[in-house]
Nanobody, 119 residues
C-alpha cells in the first residue's frame, strides 16, 4: 500500500503564488508517475500536471507557463509551484502516485488540499 499526503493549499489573491507539496510513503518502489489533479465544484476531476520518473511532464493547457511540477524521486515527493493564480484555479487539488506499465496500472490518491483564489 501507498499513502499519499498533500499540503500547502490555502487562500490567495489573484496574481499570487502557492506551492503544493505531496509525499508518498509505504510501498513506493513501484511508483513511476506522480501528478496533480484538481476538481472544482460541479466539475470533473482534471489533470493539472504530472511527471514520470524519467522526467517527462504533461500539463493542462490552462496552466502552461504558470504552474511547474517538480519531483524529488529519491524522497517520493512532488511539488506544484503555482504562479499568476486566477480565480478559475480555485479547486481541491489532489496528488496521485501511480504505477503505469504495459502489464498493470494502479494509483493512489491523497485526501486533497483546498486552493482558493480570490478576485
Amino acid at each position: 500500500q501507498v499513502q499519499v499526503v498533500e499540503s500547502g493549499g490555502g487562500l490567495v489573491q489573484a496574481g499570487g503564488s502557492l506551492r503544493l507539496s505531496c509525499a508518498a510513503s509505504g510501498s513506493i518502489f513501484s511508483i513511476n508517475v506522480m501528478g496533480w489533479y484538481r476538481q472544482a465544484p460541479g466539475r470533473q476531476r482534471e489533470l493539472v500536471a504530472d511527471m514520470a520518473n524519467g522526467g517527462s511532464t504533461n500539463y493542462a493547457d490552462s496552466v502552461k507557463g504558470r504552474f511547474t511540477i517538480s519531483r524529488d524521486i529519491g524522497k517520493s515527493t512532488a511539488y506544484l509551484q503555482m504562479n499568476s493564480l486566477k480565480p478559475e484555479d480555485t479547486a481541491v487539488y489532489y496528488c496521485k502516485a501511480a504505477h503505469i506499465s504495459p502489464s498493470a496500472d494502479y494509483d493512489y490518491w491523497g485526501q486533497g488540499t483546498q486552493v482558493t483564489v480570490s478576485s
